[in-house]
């Protein structure tokens, strides 16, 4: 059975830094890709970046160049680190293994 935890979300001040976990409980050979989406506050889940199996990254044209998608070498664990985090990131981000599985969310709010 797949479970995604994550973890990490805080209240963070702009320009601030955060790194967001999610615990994966999968077999690693049903692995094909992580990511990571997020939902603002009466808004749609959207993407935020995707790893795949082979280590190839992609982001969302908003977050390009200030977060970073990774992963353990066990696939045990992904993680989004957020640099230079803006008021327009505040959203509840959710972990996603193959398009198909999600966790429950961790709140991330940036504000001053």
């Known amino acids: 059975q797949v479970q995604l935890v994550e973890s990490g979300g805080a209240l963070v001040q702009p320009g601030g830094s955060l790194r967001l976990s999610c615990t994966v409980s999968?077999?690693?050979?049903?692995?094909?890709?992580m990511g990571w989406y997020r939902q603002a506050p009466g808004e749609q889940r959207e993407w935020v970046s995707t790893?795949?199996?082979?280590?190839?990254?992609d982001y969302s044209s908003s977050v390009k160049g200030r977060f970073t998608i990774f992963r353990d070498n066990a696939w045990n664990a992904i993680y989004l680190q957020m640099n230079s985090l803006k008021p327009d990131d505040t959203a509840v981000y959710y972990c996603?293994?193959?398009?198909?599985?999600w966790g429950k969310g961790t709140l991330v709010t940036v504000s001053s």
């Open positions: 996603n293994m193959n398009a198909n599985y």
């Open positions: 999968a077999s690693i050979f049903d692995i094909y890709t």
């Open positions: 790893i795949t199996r082979g280590g190839h990254t």
